[in-house]
């Protein structure tokens, strides 16, 4: 009688990345606390409710399901600097701290980029004006991002997967993954410890400074988070302000150098109702044309909660037409700079 294989062995992370990984974020967040604090004037309302959510997540194995952190986009400094908020020991906990989405173009242009971004706990996202072949909505960091966001185990065996057309989240459980079929990055999903993880996105995709502080329309990615990720994640909206003074668009030489003296506030609202109900997703409705509107609905919602968190700290209520893609035709044929209704617009 032959004896039925050993089960797959368990992958775990190795002590040289774990202390790369608490180095760059630890240096990281300790370096934008004392400068959001040390060289600006920076408030934060909700911060306690906040680090009571991150505290209630630091046992990965008590987590019921994971977190998105959603938010306004408007400086290029935005991540990492406002995690500076969050005290020091936070930031030396990769575990229990935030992944996000870094476009390919700029933070993975070469080995020492790729592994500063990579323990520094950033995925490599593809824009589509860089790279319509490789990026939108079904890339495979999204997907990777939604593994992250979700239970394990996954379906499959341990493998190297190098096809980047995969669109089922829970095929496989792969330690590594590739974006375009050529390149080769570690897939953090593939590990235990970062089961229920928490993911940061900027749904806008791109800087936008307006002067009445309006969001830009958001795109669609959020939405896969929220619907595919298994169970529905803790979702936090997020309101930013003040970053933009630190490194306006429309700075001048030295552009590189951040500006001290502003004031900045941040305003964390406390989480959504995690029965929020969003509709079933069956696996056709995936990827059926229903999933289109789906996808339209969640996205205008989340759009509305961050909405919320602005009216919270005095804006006025922005004109609905601003939530459109439609009405972002005004802002003229450019991709950034100063644009026809008085915004600037920067890379990501």
């Avoid at 500063?116 to 824009?127: A, D, I």
């Avoid at 830009?216 to 529905?232: A, H, N, T």
């Avoid at 339209?296 to 909660?305: D, F, G, H, Q």
Wanted: hydrophobic share 30%; with cysteine.
């Amino acid at each position: 009688m032959s004896t039925p294989p050993p089960p797959p062995s368990t992958p775990s992370l190795s002590l040289p990345w774990r202390f790369s990984s608490s180095l760059i974020m630890g240096l990281t967040g300790s370096l934008s606390r004392g400068f959001l604090f040390g060289m600006n004037r920076t408030e934060v309302v909700g911060l306690d409710r906040f680090l009571e959510t991150l505290d209630n997540r630091k046992n990965v194995e008590g987590r019921a399901r994971g977190l998105i952190t959603v938010s306004n986009h408007v400086s290029v400094i935005d991540d990492p600097l406002i995690w500076g908020v969050l005290p020091f020991k936070y930031a030396f906990s990769p575990s229990n701290h935030r992944w996000s989405l870094g476009s390919y173009d700029i933070c993975f242009q070469n080995k020492f980029l790729s592994s500063f971004f990579t323990y520094g706990q950033v995925l490599p996202t593809h824009r589509g004006d860089y790279s319509p072949i490789h990026g939108g909505l079904f890339q495979p960091t999204i997907t990777q991002a939604i593994r992250l966001l979700s239970s394990q185990p996954f379906t499959k065996t341990l493998s190297t997967e190098t096809s980047h057309t995969i669109s089922d989240p829970f095929s496989g459980s792969s330690l590594t993954y590739s974006t375009t079929g050529a390149d080769n990055f570690p897939a953090p999903s593939a590990y235990p410890s970062r089961r229920h993880s928490w993911v940061h996105i900027f749904p806008e995709g791109r800087v936008h400074q307006h002067p009445t502080k309006s969001l830009r329309y958001f795109k669609w990615g959020v939405s896969r988070l929220i619907l595919e990720s298994e169970p529905l994640p803790d979702i936090i909206p997020i309101f930013i302000d003040g970053n933009q003074h630190i490194m306006h668009e429309a700075r001048e030489w030295p552009r590189f150098v951040p500006r001290v003296g502003k004031d900045k506030d941040a305003l964390v609202k406390k989480g959504l109702p995690t029965d929020l109900e969003m509709g079933e997703l069956s696996e056709g409705l995936k990827y059926c044309n229903e999933a289109v509107a789906l996808r339209k609905e969640v996205t205008r919602r989340i759009r509305l909660e961050v909405l919320k968190v602005r009216r919270e700290l005095g804006y006025p209520d922005e004109d609905p037409k601003e939530g459109l893609v439609e009405t972002w035709i005004e802002e003229g044929g450019k991709k950034t700079g100063k644009m026809e209704d008085g915004s600037y617009v920067g890379e990501t």
